[in-house]
């Protein structure tokens, strides 16, 4: 028979799960001899962290003594920082979200998916089924034509022909958030990754787009548009986005209007490179070429983000699959070869990207009652710009996935 306190655990368990609220693993860590990377303060300092119930508990210099009942992780001097964050991400799938994990990534928010799969991830993670990563889920996308994916859901079926008049995409928009998208996206041009199409045309009008912005913020949610060309990226900016992803051929003037509107840009740069070299998610002669002429041209537009002051935050844009070669770890190596400062290179995966996604006060740093989302890289990441793609420990939301040390015997 189960007791009164039991039954208590359990009803208390069953009311957390239905509220939302994250659960974590009852466990206490300590990791030791760390070389612990301080975004805030640009430096990096000996110490040793400790993590209870999923969250940082304490920063500790070298002289303090040992925390009782945790288990001590001796990182042999390894650089520890926050987890990094895709911001743009389409995985789908348990072994997608692994390999998400294992490269360093403990937060991801999607840019769609089929059929609702990315709220099951994040809904999983949160109860705590999955290790991570967390999951800001965006579940259908809104676009013009849903073909298949109108089986994602039967309410769906009305928008077989079409998704293009108010009713319509305000219909599609309630629906992902009654599904649980916690974010919406939807279109300004066409896609890059399809030979048939031109990524600089226009498809929603900024009447359109207004209406998808106006419906999602009737429920707090926010609103990524996926836009190349300048004239659908300024549309976006005007109809209230968020962020702009791609944004491949903008002009300065819709840069500086991102600036005064705070929206972020989301270059995706990483995912261009595998649309121009073998392997990887795109294979087709049409896209290699067009992706030889886009890459100069997001390279431009990255180069004035920065001069402008443009928030700018990683997303690899694949879905993790196991031939997917872009990682956000690389677009940051990118963005330093194109100039931006190490230090906020590493700020656009971690600190910029959780500020674009509402929880900068979750996650992104390393900081007292933070969520222990930490990665450790062998060497330093402020000086070697290819560290971030060697992560030898992995933890997520205090969930301790990967440990590779020691690389010797003991």
Not at 31 to 60: F, H, M, P, S, W
Not at 104 to 123: E, H, L
Not at 208 to 231: C, N, S, T, Y
Not at 377 to 396: G, H, R, T, Y
């Amino acid at each position: 028979m189960i007791s009164r306190m039991t039954s208590f655990l359990l009803l208390l368990l069953n009311l957390s799960v239905l509220s939302g609220q994250k659960i974590y693993p009852e466990k206490q860590y300590l990791l030791t001899d760390c070389q612990i990377v301080n975004l805030d303060r640009e430096k990096i300092d000996t110490g040793a962290i400790y993590i209870k119930n999923g969250r940082i508990e304490a920063i500790l210099n070298t002289a303090s003594a040992p925390v009782e009942d945790a288990e001590i992780i001796d990182m042999h001097g390894s650089y520890v920082l926050p987890g990094m964050i895709d911001v743009h991400t389409h995985l789908n799938n348990l072994a997608s979200a692994r390999r998400a994990l294992l490269s360093g990534v403990t937060t991801t928010r999607s840019a769609s998916v089929p059929a609702y799969q990315d709220v099951s991830i994040g809904k999983m993670v949160e109860e705590g089924h999955l290790e991570g990563p967390d999951m800001i889920p965006a579940g259908v996308y809104v676009t013009p034509f849903l073909s298949e994916t109108i089986l994602a859901d039967s309410r769906l079926g009305k928008l077989k022909d079409a998704v293009d008049s108010e009713e319509e995409l305000r219909h599609l928009v309630r629906i992902n958030i009654d599904r649980g998208a916690k974010v919406i996206k939807t279109r300004g041009t066409e896609r890059a990754g399809l030979p048939e199409t031109d990524p600089r045309k226009q498809t929603y009008t900024q009447e359109q787009l207004e209406w998808v912005v106006d419906e999602a913020r009737k429920f707090d949610i926010p609103v990524m548009i996926h836009a190349h060309g300048d004239e659908g990226a300024r549309a976006a900016v005007l109809a209230g986005a968020k962020s702009i992803e791609h944004g491949t051929f903008l002009s300065d003037e819709t840069l500086q209007l991102m600036k005064e509107r705070d929206v972020f840009l989301v270059p995706t740069y990483i995912t261009l490179l595998d649309l121009v070299e073998p392997g990887g998610d795109y294979d087709n002669p049409v896209i290699q070429m067009r992706g030889k002429y886009m890459v100069p041209k997001s390279e431009r537009t990255i180069k004035a983000a920065m001069r402008l002051g443009v928030k700018i935050a990683t997303g690899a844009d694949n879905r993790y699959t196991a031939k997917s070669t872009s990682r956000v770890s690389m677009e940051v190596e990118e963005f330093r070869r194109l100039g931006m400062d190490p230090w906020e290179a590493l700020r656009t995966t971690t600190t910029h990207a959780a500020e674009l996604l509402g929880i900068r006060d979750e996650t992104g740093q390393l900081l007292f009652g933070y969520e222990a989302d930490i990665i450790a890289v062998p060497d330093n990441p402020i000086e070697d710009a290819k560290a971030l793609q060697d992560v030898i420990m992995v933890m997520s939301n205090g969930n301790l996935v990967l440990n590779r040390l020691p690389f010797g015997k003991e």
